[in-house]
């Protein structure tokens, strides 16, 4: 993949989802391990959370 797309997809969700799950079923991670997968998947969906929450109260004025 090209390091462009690799840069832009760091930021999808799904990326770090994949790498987490594969980590936990296939080799038995631990939360040692699995840590900044977790920490950038709450990142990101907070970040979508409060950018829906904003777009939901400029809706409703």
């Known amino acids: ?3 462009l797309v690799q840069r ?3 930021v999808a969700p799904t990326t770090h989802f ?3 799950a594969q980590a936990i079923l ?3 991670a631990g939360l040692g ?3 900044p997968h977790l ?4 990142i990101i969906g907070s970040v979508f ?3 829906a929450l904003v777009r ?3 809706a409703q004025e």
């Open 39 to 42: 920490l950038a998947l709450a």
């Open 26 to 28: 296939f080799r038995g």
């Open 49 to 51: 959370f409060f950018g």
């Open 56 to 58: 939901l109260r400029k």
């Open 18 to 20: 994949v790498e987490l």
């Open 33 to 35: 391990i699995v840590w």
């Open 1 to 3: 993949m090209p390091d």
């Open 8 to 10: 832009i997809m760091f």
